[in-house]
């Protein structure tokens, strides 16, 4: 199985396909620590069977241009039927560069199918490249990619040129970006710029509703007291024009990109997102039922939180699981991690299908790969890793006290 965080991923034809990221945990933050090492990027593209888990590898040439963009990490990316996406990332110049250092500006679209074909030859995959192209524009790591319709939407992210050290930060975009596909080019549609859109490293969700589909950022780094954001920040694009809204509910933990399964209800029109582990503002101890803002002074530790966060008539709520009553994550994992649907319970844009959930409990997909940490804060004594174990993940139902329950918690 390959072991990978951070990379660029689809589902197709009951396989997963991984390209790029990187075959290391926390990247480190120091020289001694060979922070964000060319060495450590997964230059392969995997195709891993899920029903099997025999994996196959297709190894690229590290020395050619055309897949240096896939030799990065923190891409963005949005499957869209048999098609990946794939925009900007943080890797090397060159591939004689030891480190990453610069953010790349192109887009690569894939077809599956005839990567699949690719990978299962172990032949050149340049037949599987439906567009390779450039735009300032699309220069942006740690945002997210979605589709809405004809358009997409690049959103959030920063700009990062140069090797990473401590205390240096990228430029921001504080911006969402929509752009179509016309004749494999770029063709910018808008930039929507707003204070409350400087954030990276964030979960960036569809919201799916009767009437319409709204995006919800959710989480992310870093505020000027080196904090993660609380709040959901919504982007509207029905209308004339798309207009952003934030949400008062304070989000408790789980700040940062980890995997995450959307649930829609269509019989309540309600929308639930549950994000599994990773990184957050707070940590829950069991042993004295209470929140710690950060980690013994640490900012931001990895947690073993899940929260639902839940979109109905208009409103957002959250429920914490909280143990030991409810389950929490089984050990430091979830950043940059995966969650693979069950397409048994697929609907569309892989939202589960809470109506054609009949049972109490129900597999409704697996959680693989992201960093997995011994402690809340790494250190040289407790070192992180990729994850490397795939976990099926249960759905129990429990609505009469679940849906009681909701209230809009703040931060203990």
């Known amino acids: 199985m390959p072991l990978i965080q951070s990379g660029a991923w689809a589902i197709w034809n009951k396989k997963l396909i991984i390209l790029g990221g990187r075959i290391e945990g926390f990247h480190g933050l120091n020289q001694l620590q060979n922070v964000f090492g060319q060495n450590k990027v997964n230059k392969s593209i995997w195709a891993v069977d899920l029903e099997t888990f025999d994996s196959q590898e297709l190894k690229l040439d590290p020395e050619s241009k055309k897949w240096e963009q896939l030799f990065s990490s923190n891409m963005q990316f949005e499957q869209d039927e048999n098609i990946l996406y794939i925009v900007g990332g943080y890797g090397a110049k060159s591939s004689k560069d030891k480190r990453s250092d610069d953010t790349f500006d192109s887009l690569i679209a894939f077809d599956l199918d005839k990567l699949l074909v690719a990978i299962d030859q172990n032949s050149d995959p340049s037949k599987a490249v439906l567009i390779n192209t450039c735009d300032p524009h699309l220069k942006v790591t740690g945002g997210e990619l979605l589709k809405i319709d004809d358009l997409f939407y690049l959103s959030f992210g920063q700009c990062f040129d140069g090797v990473y050290d401590p205390g240096k930060t990228g430029l921001y975009t504080g911006a969402i970006r929509t752009f179509r596909i016309k004749k494999n080019k770029i063709e910018l549609v808008q930039e929507i710029k707003d204070s409350q859109l400087h954030r990276r490293d964030l979960n960036v969700v569809k919201i799916h509703q009767a009437k319409k589909t709204i995006l919800a950022g959710l989480g992310g780094v870093f505020d000027k007291n080196g904090n993660g954001y609380s709040h959901p920040v919504y982007l509207d694009p029905s209308g004339k024009s798309p207009s952003i809204q934030m949400d008062d509910l304070k989000q408790v ?54 929260t639902q966060l839940i979109y109905s008539k208009g409103k957002m709520y959250q429920h914490i699981q909280t143990p030991p009553s409810e389950p929490e994550m089984p050990d430091f994992l979830g950043a940059n991690a995966i969650f693979i649907p069950d397409p048994k319970w697929v609907s569309q844009d892989f939202f589960i299908d809470y109506g054609k959930l009949t049972e109490k409990e129900t597999i409704i997909g697996l959680f693989y790969g992201g960093i997995q940490s011994q402690k809340p804060t790494s250190s040289t004594i407790y070192p992180t890793k990729v994850n490397d174990q795939i976990y099926r993940v249960i759905l129990e139902k429990n609505e009469s006290q679940y849906f009681s329950q909701l209230t809009k918690i703040q931060t203990p």
């Open 253 to 306: 933990t789980n700040h940062y990109n980890c995997a995450k399964a959307s649930i829609y209800d269509s019989a309540s029109d309600t929308c639930i997102t549950v994000l599994m582990g990773g990184i957050g503002q707070n940590q829950f101890h069991q042993e004295t039922n209470t929140w710690e803002n950060g980690d013994r002074g640490a900012k931001i530790p990895f947690v073993k939180s899940i």
